[in-house]
């Protein structure tokens, strides 16, 4: 993974700190507050507010094919910042972002059909868990989005969603 600017900050951020990991995956991690936090401080270290997240990741944000290239640029970075955190024994390697064409299925008593983003486990070994990441992903940038931009955080919050619902077994209620 990583195109281009995108790896070589991951790099850069991952000498600094490791993500969090825990045998537990703590309820409070992956809400909405700590991703937003955690890469708005990725963005502010990093000096990207104004740069264009095409210019960042190398990719086109052309359709479905541009949103599922970014997201996958997008979940390591995030990992990496400290923005979204994997449950104990889950891997980056282990995960993996596609378009699914065709798609037919429901989210809560919403039924959804057409191409979407999903969020998958690699296991040849066992069954394959997916997750819902975009259901309208071409909704999700304009030509001109920034690193800073709603519309990337947006796909982050969406990411961060993903692998809370792909984890559901590993989160614990917070005492409060």
């Known amino acids: 993974?990583?195109?281009?600017?995108?790896?070589?900050?991951?790099?850069?951020?991952?000498?600094?700190?490791?993500p969090r990991r825990s045998n537990i995956f703590p309820a409070h991690l992956n809400d909405l507050s700590e991703v937003k936090?955690?890469?708005?401080?990725?963005?502010?270290?990093?000096?990207?507010?104004n740069v264009s997240v095409e210019d960042y990741y190398r990719r086109r944000l052309d359709g479905i094919d541009g949103v599922v290239a970014i997201a996958q640029e997008l979940l390591p970075d995030l990992v990496a910042a400290g923005a979204v955190s994997l449950p104990s024994g889950a891997t980056l390697d282990g995960l993996q972002i596609r378009k699914q064409a065709g798609y037919v299925g429901s989210y809560g008593r919403v039924v959804i059909s057409g191409d979407v983003v999903l969020l998958e486990t690699r296991n040849s070994r066992g069954r394959t868990r997916k997750a819902l990441i975009a259901d309208r992903p071409?909704?999700?940038?304009?030509?001109?989005?920034?690193?800073?931009?709603?519309?990337?955080?947006?796909l982050a919050y969406s990411v961060a969603d993903a692998i809370k619902e792909m984890f559901p077994r590993a989160h614990v209620q917070s005492a409060g």
């Open 37 to 49: 936090k955690g890469w708005q401080a990725f963005i502010a270290r990093h000096n990207l507010t």
């Open 138 to 154: 071409s909704d999700y940038f304009n030509a001109t989005a920034a690193m800073a931009s709603d519309e990337l955080l947006s």
């Open 1 to 18: 993974m990583g195109a281009g600017q995108g790896k070589t900050n991951r790099t850069q951020v991952r000498q600094r700190s490791q």
